[in-house]
Nanobody
Framework: QVQLVESGGGLVQAGGSLRLSCAASGSIFSINAMGWYRQAPGKQRELVAAITSGGSTNYADSVQGRFTISRDNAKNTVYLQMNSLKPEDSAVYYC??????????????WGQGTQVTVSS
């Protein structure tokens, strides 16, 4: 059984920073791409940032230059450093990982979500 556990959300003023973490645990052979998504009330879930196992990254236009995604493969952990936060960044943030099990099958897993609220 694989679990993704997120941490680091909270309330911050506009212009502030937060760092999200997401650790994968369980019966894992390897982890391919990892990413962060967010969903605001009444809106669809959207990709914020993603990172491959080799370290290549991509970002939503709305966070480019403010957010940085990184990963520690030894710890099966992905991070999202969020700077210059804006009220429109407020949402529930979800971690996602494409994981290869010892059976060699691959599945997408999701974390439980962590709330980020940016006050103006």
């Amino acid at each position: 059984q694989v679990q993704l556990v997120e941490s680091g959300g909270g309330l911050v003023q506009a212009g502030g920073s937060l760092r999200l973490s997401c650790a994968a645990s369980g019966s894992i052979f390897s982890i391919n791409a990892m990413g962060w998504y967010r969903q605001a009330p009444g809106k669809q879930r959207e990709l914020v940032a993603a990172i491959t196992s080799g370290g290549s990254t991509n970002y939503a236009d709305s966070v480019q230059g403010r957010f940085t995604i990184s990963r520690d493969n030894a710890k099966n952990t992905v991070y999202l450093q969020m700077n210059s936060l804006k009220p429109e960044d407020s949402a529930v943030y979800y971690c996602n990982a494409n994981i290869r099990l010892p059976s060699w099958r691959e599945y997408d897993y999701w974390g439980q979500g962590t709330q980020v609220t940016v006050s103006s």
